[in-house]
T-cell receptor, first 109, second 116 residues
Framework: GQQVMQIPQYQHVQEGEDFTTYCNSS?????IQWYKQRPGGHPVFLIQ?????EVKKQKRLTFQFGEAKKNSSLHITATQTTDVGTYFC?????????FGDGTTLTVKP | GAVVSQHPSRVICKSGTSVKIECRSL??????MFWYRQFPKQSLMLMAT?????????EQGVEKDKFLINHASLTLSTLTVTSAHPEDSSFYIC????????????FGPGTRLTVL
């Protein structure tokens, strides 16, 4: 079945440093979604990418979808303490989404 | 964005009892609802997919007789953990998907189940 892998599993940065998480799928995806889960909270939808090579920005967050539509990345510029949490990518398949294992970001003030 | 509620947020029960968790889409009609289980510091494990008016589709390894799912309306799905045991203790999260936003899932706040 479809597998979605994320790296790194954990990332600890100093406030102001950049952060990137990578998502790779074993199969070509029609789209990919990104979610953020704050500690103790539930996942919140961030964005969906659909087109090959697509790049979308949300303030300090930049999302990319690979040309082959099998990988994606989330980059945060100049992290802030409010960015802490676990970032999941999810790829659709067979009417459901397969979530990656997530990358947990901690930010030291 | 769309709002999904879950009730209760926390429940503590004795081993052998059954617990029902409700998931409601408050401001949209959810054609599909998903139930996930999440262990500490781990990813979301999909348990089952439920479509309104039809039987839930369970993921491999999930016991359908233990985790009863009912999706009686376009705004309500319930998960009943029957004869709960301590190993069932976990964070259960539902999500709902609208026919208008095909892939975007709106998550409920989750239910923390502790079985003594």
């Amino acid at each position: 079945g479809q597998q979605v892998m994320q790296i790194p599993q954990y990332q600890h940065v100093q406030e102001g440093e950049d952060f990137t998480t990578y998502c790779n799928s074993s199969t070509t995806l029609s789209n990919i979604q990104w979610y953020k889960q704050r500690p103790g909270g539930h996942p919140v939808f961030l964005i969906q990418l659909v087109k090959s090579g697509e790049v979308k920005k949300q303030k300090r967050l930049t999302f990319q979808f690979g040309e082959a539509k099998k990988n994606s990345s989330l980059h945060i510029t100049a992290t802030q303490t409010t960015d802490v949490g676990t970032y999941f990518c999810a790829g659709p398949g067979a009417g459901k989404s397969t979530f990656g294992d997530g990358t947990t970001l901690t930010v030291k003030p | 964005g769309a709002v999904v509620s879950q009730h209760p947020s926390r429940v503590i029960c004795k081993s052998g009892t059954s617990v029902k968790i409700e998931c409601r889409s408050l401001d949209f009609q959810a054609t599909t609802m998903f139930w996930y289980r999440q262990f500490p510091k781990q990813s979301l494990m999909l348990m089952a997919t439920s479509n309104e008016g039809s039987k839930a589709t369970y993921e491999q390894g999930v016991e359908k007789d233990k985790f009863l799912i009912n999706h009686a309306s376009l705004t309500l799905s319930t998960l009943t953990v029957t004869s709960a045991h301590p190993e069932d203790s976990s964070f259960y999260i539902c999500s709902a998907r609208s026919s208008y936003t095909y892939n975007e899932q709106f998550f409920g706040p989750g239910t923390r189940l502790t079985v003594l």
